[in-house]
């Protein structure tokens, strides 16, 4: 997959994604990520790429012409997607989404935003990862980008880890887990999980990410319809294990 990436810090990027899962990914040649600095598209001096808003206001906003000499001399892979907070939530669905495609683009912002002739006439679309604000969309192109990664085929050790863990297969947040010392400070590992008998960890397992996203994120369970006839009795077979 190719990731192409437009951002006035190609260094944060590049840190951030040189190593772990994210390294060996692109080691391999599973993913193709291209990092392009819209100063390298200016030609004064100080390579300008900002300046005030029409009107007046507080910040200064990035020019349109670096952005779209930039993305044009790239030929980036599209969509091309506008990182800022008033597009769309960027969750796991959408991490899936951009998973089954060729390659996608990321235009980071900065400063008070971007000319609004951007929005109009250069990016397709906008992603959110959040409401919050950041200094720039550094931060948020890494999150999708590490997202979307660990979901390509081979990227990840165990093929089973993006269809078991949180938001996966099931819709659910994935239990809690253990493993050794079977017993540390007095608190002991649940006897299930030492037991051997792997058809009652399953089911515990699906027992206790049934509790965890009731009492954390009953949304997600609004969303997938309820719970089934066999789920309640899987919940009154094995308590919640507590947490904080």
């Known amino acids: 997959m190719r990731i192409d990436v437009f951002t006035l810090f190609p260094g944060m990027i590049e840190g951030f994604c040189s190593d772990s899962l994210l390294g060996r990914a692109r080691a391999s040649g599973l993913l193709d990520l291209r990092l392009h600095d819209p100063r390298d598209q200016t030609s004064d001096l100080h390579g300008t790429v900002d300046d005030a808003p029409f009107g007046g206001g507080a910040g200064m906003l990035m020019k349109p012409e670096p952005l779209f000499d930039a993305v044009e001399a790239a030929a980036p892979p599209r969509p091309l997607l506008l ?23 990321l235009l980071s912002g900065r400063y008070e935003g971007v000319d609004h002739r ?61 493993t050794r ?13 030492r037991s051997g008998d792997h058809g009652r960890v399953d089911r515990w397992r699906r027992a206790q990410a049934l509790h965890r996203t009731i009492a954390a994120r009953p949304d997600l369970i609004e969303a997938r319809g309820g719970i089934t006839d066999d789920e309640r009795a899987l919940l009154e077979e094995f308590p919640p294990v507590p947490y904080p």
């Open 83 to 105: 990182l800022g907070p008033g597009g769309r939530t960027f969750d796991q669905s959408t991490a899936a989404e951009l998973a089954t495609g060729d390659g996608f683009s």
């Open 118 to 178: 951007v929005r109009q006439h250069l990016v397709d679309s906008e992603l959110s990862v959040g409401d919050d604000v950041l200094n720039g969309g550094e931060v948020a192109a890494c999150l999708v980008i590490e997202a979307v990664t660990r979901l390509l085929p081979g990227a990840m050790g165990n093929a089973d880890s993006p269809v078991s863990e949180s938001f996966g297969e099931s819709g659910l947040l994935e239990e809690p887990q253990f």
């Open 181 to 193: 010392p079977a017993s540390y400070r007095g608190w002991d590992v649940p006897e299930v999980l």
